[in-house]
């Protein structure tokens, strides 16, 4: 059967392949240790599963309106306003099948053909492969560890004079690791308020995943002359340890949601009804378990960092946010290990799953081949076995 064309160019999710194949090998008995996994290692917080099943036994289990219940509009303005200080209206608000869905919905929504999508690496996996899909061009704009992955704001305003419809900024970050402060931000806001014709896609899913002291907050409060062509995504799945529920949401002009809306009436109809209530108890009443895990994930990237920065030839920054390690590993390119040459993070990827029992992210995907990608979404004993056992393949 021939596949259409527009999916010529599209990949399957990297982080998904990769982890299925270390699932398949711990089926098999073999003893790995992952660290493929993007979602916190914890369970749903109780209260969160019990207004869940409340919302069952009330018999919310019918369709609801295609672009999310009004309680849970009304309960992400409401955080918006509570964390931020921004004012959003249900109108300006859409619930989603997950952060990845209302990310899809607004490249379908405002992608023409050949637009230019100005992504920072290292990135997520989805945002190239997602404007791909909707006739865009990605564009990469390349970052360096040793500035801790920052944007060159030189470089931000030369790319964007090439013509960009839409910008993606991405903090905390996946992969990298880091998470900007707002001061940071703010520059980057100064160099896009000079280019109008920019749309900008604010993916702020790990939003409370931020360590170090420091506090997010959304480019929405940030960059207020931005407001009118800033689109902000986010979810329950990072914050409340949810990814299984399914629920993200977006926030941005009346307009524009409302098109994602129409994209979504036509593609999936509504979230799942009883995880849309879940969610709005979440919200409205954020569980303790929250700030508990930001702590764990906290003292678990400083382990995983330092472990891996005492491995000779491997660079890794300090964990600022999210639950990702992304080192520098290209120092061991070229050797040859166990009669394996290690051409890139590809070949590294799979030589550390076959030979140590490890699973990494390639950083290829990402837009970074010199480094791995590495969550510390599990266990202190799995992070100092994993890297262990890396160190001691790279001896
Ligand atoms: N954005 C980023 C940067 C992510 O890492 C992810 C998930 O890994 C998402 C968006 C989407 O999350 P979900 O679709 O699970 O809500």
Not at 110 to 131: K, T
Not at 212 to 241: C, E, H, N, Y
Not at 248 to 258: D, F, H, K, Q, R
């Amino acid at each position: 059967m021939k596949i259409a064309s527009r999916l010529a160019n599209v990949s399957e999710s990297a982080t998904l392949a990769i982890g299925a194949k270390a699932k398949a090998m711990k089926a098999q008995g073999i003893d790995v240790v992952n660290f493929t996994v993007g979602e916190p290692d914890f369970d749903t917080p109780p209260a969160i599963k019990q207004a869940c099943k409340a919302s069952l036994d009330k018999g919310q289990t019918k369709y609801t309106a295609a672009t999310g219940i009004p309680e849970l509009k009304t309960a992400v303005c409401g955080w918006m306003k509570r964390l931020y200080g921004v004012d959003y209206t249900a109108k300006e608000t859409i619930i989603t099948c997950g952060g990845k869905h209302a990310l899809a919905n607004a490249f379908l929504a405002l992608v023409e053909p050949g637009d230019r999508v100005l992504i920072p690496a290292p990135y997520w996996v989805s945002y190239p492969e997602q404007a791909k899909l909707a006739g865009g061009v990605p564009v990469e704009l390349q970052t360096r560890l040793e500035d801790g992955f920052r944007i060159n704001l030189d470089q931000l305003r030369k790319a964007l004079k090439t013509g960009i419809r839409i910008f993606v900024l991405n903090t905390p970050n996946n992969p990298g690791g880091f998470a900007y402060t707002t001061e940071e931000t703010k520059a980057i806001a100064d160099v896009l308020t000079d280019f109008p014709d920019t749309i900008v896609f604010a993916d702020e899913i790990y939003e409370l995943l931020v360590f170090g002291g420091k506090k997010f907050t959304s480019l929405a409060a940030i960059a207020p002359q931005l407001k009118d062509r800033t689109i902000v995504f986010s979810g329950a799945a990072k914050t409340f340890s949810m990814t299984g529920w399914r629920i993200g949401w977006a926030l941005g002009p009346a307009n524009v949601i409302e098109a994602m809306g129409t994209v979504q009436s036509q593609m999936t109809s509504n979230p799942t009804t009883m995880a849309q209530y879940a969610t709005v108890d979440a919200l409205n009443n954020v569980p303790t378990e929250v700030e508990q895990m930001r702590q764990e994930f906290e003292v678990r990237g400083k382990l995983m960092a330092d472990a891996l920065n005492a491995i000779p030839g491997v660079k890794c920054l300090n964990a600022e946010g999210a639950f990702y390690c992304f080192p520098d590993v290209s120092a061991h390119f070229g050797r040859t290990i166990e009669g394996k040459q290690i051409t890139g993070s590809i070949a590294l990827a799979t030589l550390l799953l076959e030979k140590a029992h490890v699973a990494v992210v390639p950083g290829e995907p990402f837009g970074n081949d010199k480094h791995v990608r590495l969550s510390f979404a599990c266990s202190r004993d799995a992070i100092a076995k994993g890297v262990d056992r890396i160190k001691k393949l790279l001896a």
